[in-house]
C-alpha cells in the first residue's frame, strides 16, 4: 500500500495512525523541550503509545510519567515497550525505561471511543468553567483521570503536574451540544 501511495502521489511522508513511528516518536520527544523543568510529573493519555514513548525518551531524571490509556486491556505497556525498543533498538533499555512509568487503566470507561453520563458532563463542565475543550476518546478521559486523583490526594503536595492536551478534538463533534 506504501508503495502504491508512492508511485501515485510520489515521495511523501506517509504517517501512521496516532504517529506511531520514528518519526513521530522522535517528534514528541520535542514536546518538552518547552516545558518548565520545574514539573516533576508529566501527565498524558495514550492510544498507540507513540507520545508517551517520546515524553518518556525526553524526560529528566526527577520527572515522572503518567499514561492515561484510553483503551482498556492494560496492553499500553507493551505497545510503548515496543515503541521504545524500535526506537532505541535496545530490549533492556526500553524495558528500563517502560518500567519507570506509572499507567493509569481505570479512566478509560469502557474502551476506545466508549463514554458514559459521567464522563460526558465532565468535559462539558470543564469547557464552560475553564475554557478548555476535551474529547471523549484521549484528553477527556486524561483530564478526569488527573483530576480525580487529584481530588483523592494521590499527588504530593509539592508536585508540580504538566498535563499535556494532545488535541484529538475532531472526536468531540459528534457528541457536542448533546
Same mark, same amino acid.
Given at each position: 500500500?506504501?508503495?502504491?501511495? $508512492?508511485?501515485?502521489?510520489?515521495?511523501?511522508?506517509?504517517?501512521?495512525?496516532?504517529? *506511531? %513511528?520514528?518519526?513521530?516518536?522522535?517528534?514528541?520527544?520535542?514536546?518538552?523541550?518547552? !516545558?518548565?523543568?520545574?514539573? %516533576?510529573?508529566?501527565?498524558?493519555?495514550?492510544?498507540?503509545? *507513540? $507520545?508517551?514513548?517520546?515524553?518518556?525518551? *525526553?524526560?529528566?531524571? /526527577?520527572?515522572?510519567? /503518567? @499514561?492515561?490509556?484510553?483503551?482498556?486491556?492494560?496492553?499500553?505497556?507493551?505497545?510503548?515497550?515496543?515503541?521504545?525498543?524500535?526506537?532505541? $533498538?535496545?530490549?533492556? !533499555? !526500553?524495558?528500563?525505561?517502560?518500567?519507570?512509568?506509572?499507567? /493509569?487503566?481505570?479512566? /478509560?470507561?469502557?474502551?476506545?471511543?466508549?463514554?458514559?453520563?459521567?464522563?460526558?458532563?465532565?468535559?462539558?463542565?470543564?469547557?464552560?468553567?475553564?475554557?478548555?475543550?476535551?474529547?471523549?476518546?484521549?484528553?477527556?478521559?486524561?483530564?478526569?483521570? @488527573?483530576?480525580?486523583?487529584?481530588?483523592?490526594?494521590?499527588?504530593?503536595?509539592?508536585?508540580?503536574?504538566?498535563?499535556?492536551?494532545?488535541?484529538?478534538?475532531?472526536?468531540?463533534?459528534? @457528541?457536542?451540544?448533546?
Amino acid at each position: 500500500f506504501k508503495m502504491w501511495l $508512492m508511485e501515485q502521489y510520489g515521495p511523501c511522508f506517509i504517517i501512521p495512525e496516532g504517529g *506511531a %513511528n520514528f518519526l513521530g516518536i522522535n517528534g514528541c520527544i520535542e514536546i518538552l523541550e518547552e !516545558a518548565d523543568e520545574e514539573y %516533576n510529573i508529566i501527565c498524558c493519555c495514550a492510544g498507540t503509545g *507513540a $507520545m508517551a514513548a517520546g515524553l518518556l525518551l *525526553a524526560l529528566k531524571k /526527577h520527572q515522572k510519567l /503518567h @499514561v492515561f490509556p484510553s483503551l482498556k486491556g492494560g496492553f499500553m505497556k507493551d505497545e510503548i515497550f515496543s515503541h521504545l525498543e524500535y526506537f532505541l $533498538m535496545d530490549r533492556d !533499555a !526500553a524495558r528500563e525505561l517502560v518500567n519507570t512509568v506509572v499507567f /493509569h487503566d481505570d479512566y /478509560h470507561f469502557g474502551g476506545y471511543a466508549k463514554t458514559t453520563p459521567q464522563l460526558l458532563d465532565f468535559i462539558e463542565k470543564t469547557k464552560s468553567e475553564k475554557g478548555i475543550p476535551l474529547d471523549q476518546v484521549y484528553t477527556g478521559k486524561l483530564m478526569f483521570g @488527573v483530576n480525580d486523583l487529584l481530588q483523592c490526594n494521590y499527588f504530593e503536595k509539592n508536585d508540580r503536574i504538566l498535563v499535556i492536551h494532545s488535541g484529538g478534538l475532531q472526536g468531540y463533534r459528534s @457528541v457536542e451540544n448533546v
